[in-house]
Antibody
Framework: EVELVESGGAVVQPGGSLRLSCAAS????????MHWVRQPPGKGLEWVSL????????HYEDSVEGRFTISRDNSKNSLYLQMNSLRTEDSALYYC???????????WGQGTMVTVSS | AIQLTQSPSSLSASVGDRVTITCRAS??????LAWYQHRPGKVPNLLIY???SLDSGVPSRFSGSGSGTEFTLTISSLQPEDFATYYC?????????FGQGTRLEIK
């Protein structure tokens, strides 16, 4: 079964840091581009970042550029998101997502909650 | 960055109704668009890619059309499980973006 399981969400103070992890199983992880997508409470979906299968291609949404770092370890079938200088507006459910057919997002994890609050 | 604007933001309809949701791009994007369904308490589900291609396992009552700047998602005959929020999403043009969502509610 294809599965993505996120972890690492927590309550953190503004200006703090957090590292999210995503464990992939049931498919050839190193064949796929992977994304992070978030959903703030009561709001819509927001794309955050992507990394290509080999780690050579990386893109970020403008508001997280310079603060967040996406990475992957294909030997561990794992995706990561290092989040620094966190702001209250970063509070959201963070989904790990696989990019599948024709670059659409075809497999989603259940999400991990990040709350930035003093 | 390219913006995606969905209309309407919310919609009330009945089981059996035909509904159409529109997504407009701030500049031409060819057919680089996907549609997702997001039910409360569930994860988003891919419905349509390349503007009009139905993802595997998605019921045929869902269809997508359009190219350039205007796109539509149509549900031909609403079923109870279709009441959800629907999002369009830019594909392969960075930064990627989602529309703000259309909430489909039971009348």
């Amino acid at each position: 079964e294809v599965e993505l399981v996120e972890s690492g969400g927590a309550v953190v103070q503004p200006g703090g840091s957090l590292r999210l992890s995503c464990a992939a199983s049931g498919f050839a992880f190193d064949d796929y581009t992977m994304h992070w997508v978030r959903q703030p409470p009561g709001k819509g979906l927001e794309w955050v970042s992507l990394i290509t299968w080999d780690g050579d291609g990386i893109h970020y949404e403008d508001s997280v550029e310079g603060r967040f770092t996406i990475s992957r370890d294909n030997s561990k079938n794992s995706l990561y998101l290092q989040m620094n200088s966190l702001r209250t507006e970063d509070s959201a459910l963070y989904y790990c997502v696989r990019e599948g057919i024709r670059d659409a997002l075809d497999v989603w994890g259940q999400g991990t909650m990040v709350t930035v609050s003093s | 960055a390219i913006q995606l604007t969905q209309s309407p933001s919310s919609l009330s309809a009945s089981v059996g109704d035909r509904v159409t949701i529109t997504c407009r791009a701030s500049q031409g994007i060819s057919r680089a668009l996907a549609w997702y369904q997001h039910r409360p308490g569930k994860v988003p589900n891919l419905l349509i890619y390349d503007a009009s291609s139905l993802d595997s396992g998605v019921p045929s009552r869902f269809s997508g059309s359009g190219s350039g700047t205007e796109f539509t998602l149509t549900i031909s005959s609403l079923q109870p499980e279709d009441f959800a929020t629907y999002y369009c999403q830019l594909i392969n043009i960075y930064p990627l973006t989602f529309g703000q969502g259309t909430r489909l509610e039971i009348k």
